[in-house]
C-alpha cells in the first residue's frame, strides 16, 4: 500500500529556533494536513491544504506557523521560531477527496529545549 | 463548532470480552464519521468509516453505526483480542466552510490474556 514518508523521524531544537518538517504524501493525493499529538493524547488538527492553498486552520496555526507544497511531492511544515510548548509528535496526512480515510505518516517527534 | 467527545480511557478488558468505546459528535454540517486505531509508535489508521446516517461501518470484527437522532458513533466487537490494545480515537470530516477532519481525545484500550 502507498505511504506517506516524514523527516526527520526525531528533531531536537533550541528554542527560538526555526525548524522545517517534511512530508511526501501519497503521490495523487489532492487534500493534505498537519497535525500534532502531544504525550500520545489528543491529536490536534493544524492546518489543511488543497489547490495550493491553506483550506482550514486552526488556533494553534498562529503566525509562527506556515505550510508549503514547494514542488510536486514535498509538504512542509515550518515554524518560525520554536517554543518550548511546540514539543509534541507532528503527524502529515493526506487523502484524494474530502471526507475520505486520511493517510498518516509515522510523525516527526519535535523536541524543543 | 464541531466537536467530538469519546469515552475516558484506559478501558481494561479481558481477552473475549464485549467492548463498547463511545463517541459522540457536534457538527454544523452533514459529516463523515471516522474510528482510527493508532498502535505504539505508529501513526494513525483508518478502522471503519460511515458516510451518512444509519450506516453501519465495519472492519476486523469492529462494528459503528452513524445515529443522527442521538448525534453518535459508538464503537463494538464482540470478543477483544490481546492484539487490539491500541488507542482508539473517533473523528469526523466535515467541509462547511474548509476542509478538515477532527479527532476526539482517544481511548487506550488494554486486553489482558
Known amino acids: 500500500e502507498p505511504e506517506v514518508t516524514q523527516t526527520p523521524s526525531h528533531q531536537v531544537t533550541q528554542m527560538g529556533q526555526e525548524v522545517i518538517l517534511r512530508c511526501v504524501p501519497i503521490s495523487n493525493h489532492l487534500y493534505f494536513y498537519w497535525y500534532r499529538q502531544i504525550l500520545g493524547q489528543k491529536v490536534e488538527f493544524l492546518v489543511s491544504?488543497?489547490?495550493?492553498?491553506?483550506?482550514?486552520k486552526s488556533e494553534i496555526f498562529d503566525d509562527q506557523f506556515s505550510v508549503e507544497r514547494p514542488d510536486g511531492s514535498n509538504f512542509t511544515l515550518k515554524i518560525r521560531s520554536t517554543k518550548l510548548e511546540d514539543s509534541a509528535m507532528y503527524f502529515c496526512?493526506?487523502?484524494?477527496?474530502?471526507?475520505?480515510?486520511?493517510?498518516f505518516g509515522s510523525g516527526t517527534q519535535l523536541s524543543v529545549l | 463548532g464541531d466537536s467530538v467527545t469519546q469515552m475516558e480511557g484506559p478501558v481494561t478488558l479481558s481477552e473475549e470480552a464485549f467492548l463498547t468505546i463511545n463517541c459522540t459528535y457536534t457538527a454544523t454540517g452533514y459529516p463523515s464519521l471516522f474510528w482510527y486505531v493508532q498502535y505504539p509508535g505508529e501513526g494513525l489508521q483508518l478502522l471503519l468509516k460511515a458516510t451518512k446516517a444509519d450506516d453501519k461501518g465495519s472492519n476486523k470484527g469492529f462494528e459503528a453505526t452513524y445515529r443522527k437522532e442521538t448525534t453518535s458513533f459508538h464503537l463494538e466487537k464482540g470478543s477483544v483480542q490481546v492484539s487490539d490494545s491500541a488507542v482508539y480515537f473517533c473523528?469526523?470530516?466535515?467541509?462547511?466552510?474548509?476542509?478538515?477532519?477532527?479527532f476526539g481525545a482517544g481511548t487506550r484500550l488494554f486486553v489482558k490474556a
Open positions: 473523528a469526523l470530516s466535515d467541509n462547511t466552510g474548509g476542509f478538515k477532519t477532527i
Open positions: 496526512a493526506s487523502t484524494d477527496s474530502f471526507n475520505e480515510k486520511l493517510f
Open positions: 491544504f488543497y489547490n495550493n492553498e491553506i483550506s482550514e
